[in-house]
């Protein structure tokens, strides 16, 4: 068996009602929390009101933040210079995947007096060595998988925009409470395009060139779940309150793995493009990638069945196929990886999944995009014209 290395989040809380185990996590690492949530959505809820007086129950004291979108240097360096002096014990992030990464980076960026931006990967100069405050996660999106991940990624946009990773192997969280009832309320678009996401970061880990036997499992074992859980969440097919906790759950799970698969094996071409061209444009992350993983696992499959069509790459898009569609168990590799491009394409279809000029992504970009688009961790190296390609069926 090959040889590996596994990082994991050392404690997971994963199921609906979960929520209400927070306080008494928080109170284990000290009585004072610094609380980083989105700007609305969890602050509207029953949740939040509930939360804050079971804490004043506890004794313990917390400090509120919010961040909205994806977290810039100056969004986490405003973050700490609030909480300078305050002796924050645990930091707390609820939120979507951007809402976790910044709590992530301000737990680790309180033990430092400079700018994030001095640690940023590819940005800075500096290596981080890892001391930070204890961080909890609690996604109230499943996709980013960011609460079992130990990177955070801080994004400025524009000209000389960036998006890039404040990254330690300690700065996974050292809690994840991961409760499905969190995600009920969230609009059909963004459960499409963080779903996308999740799927996404699953399909890419399983693919990797550094994939090994752990990611490989968990990875199956989520397509398996995720199923068409995703479709029948997005188009409102669930029937009641009840079935819809039960598919959120397994996209939630689904969504956590990923976040393991990623951070253990890697990813390929469609966060390359992410990373590219979320520097870039104002576009979410999820978007990137459900819009671009159709046609990027499109040309790989091309690829590699002109090029290796008895190798393990396509064998396992194969797979992928016959996990994601049971009901039809594909007869050979390139039958099964056919069929996993045409349910690909079906899914974009079914979740309207937006294209990347509806956020003002043009063809004057695209040499720009190419220019800053990795593929690492990709089953088959692509040319700059089968990436054009890409970007180009999807503007």
Not at 157 to 177: E, M, Q, W
Request: aromatic content about 4%; hydrophobic content about 40%; overall charge neutral.
């Amino acid at each position: 068996m090959t040889e590996f290395n596994f990082f994991a989040t050392p404690g997971l809380y994963f199921g609906a009602g979960k929520l209400a185990l927070l306080p008494a996590l928080i109170k284990h690492h000290g009585s004072k929390v610094l609380i980083i949530t989105g700007a609305r959505s969890f602050l509207n809820s029953e949740h939040w009101p509930r939360l804050t007086r079971r804490l004043e129950k506890e004794g313990i004291e917390y400090i509120h933040d919010s961040v909205q979108g994806e977290p810039s240097p100056e969004d986490i360096d405003g973050i700490v210079r609030s909480c300078r002096g305050h002796a924050v014990g645990v930091v707390t992030a609820i939120g979507g995947g951007s809402v976790v990464d910044a709590g992530k980076a301000v737990s680790a960026m309180l033990t430092k007096n400079e700018s994030v931006v001095h640690y940023l990967e590819g940005v800075g100069t500096r290596t981080h060595d890892g001391d930070k405050r204890p961080f909890i996660a609690v996604p109230t999106t499943a996709g980013t998988g960011s609460e079992a991940t130990k990177n955070a990624v801080i994004s400025r946009t524009g000209k000389n925009g960036f998006k890039k990773s404040l990254r330690h192997d300690r700065f996974i969280p050292d809690i994840a409470v991961v409760d499905p009832v969190l995600t009920l309320n969230c609009p059909s678009h963004i459960t499409a395009a963080c779903g996308m996401d999740a799927f996404t970061q699953i399909l890419e880990s399983y693919l990797s060139v550094n994939a090994n036997p752990m990611t490989d499992s968990l990875a199956r074992g989520a397509l398996a779940v995720l199923g068409d859980s995703l479709i029948k969440v997005v188009s409102g097919r669930t029937g009641d309150t009840r079935e819809e906790i039960r598919l959120r759950t397994k996209i939630a799970y689904a969504a956590t793995i990923s976040g393991l698969t990623l951070a253990n094996a890697g990813l390929g071409a469609v966060h390359g493009f992410a990373s590219a061209i979320g520097g870039m444009a104002d576009i979410p992350h999820g978007v990137v990638c459900a819009t671009l993983v159709s046609e990027v696992t499109k040309i790989n499959i091309e690829t590699l069945i002109r090029t290796d069509p008895d190798g393990t790459a396509l064998k396992k898009y194969k797979n992928a196929a016959d996990l994601l569609d049971p009901s039809r168990p594909s007869a050979s590799a390139v039958e099964g990886a056919c069929r996993l491009i045409s349910l690909l394409e079906q899914w974009t279809d079914q979740m309207k999944i937006p294209v990347l000029s509806e956020y003002g992504v043009t063809n004057k970009e695209i040499e720009h995009i190419l220019k800053s688009t990795g593929q690492k961790n990709n089953p088959v190296p692509l040319t700059r014209e089968q990436l054009s390609r890409v970007l180009q069926s999807r503007l």
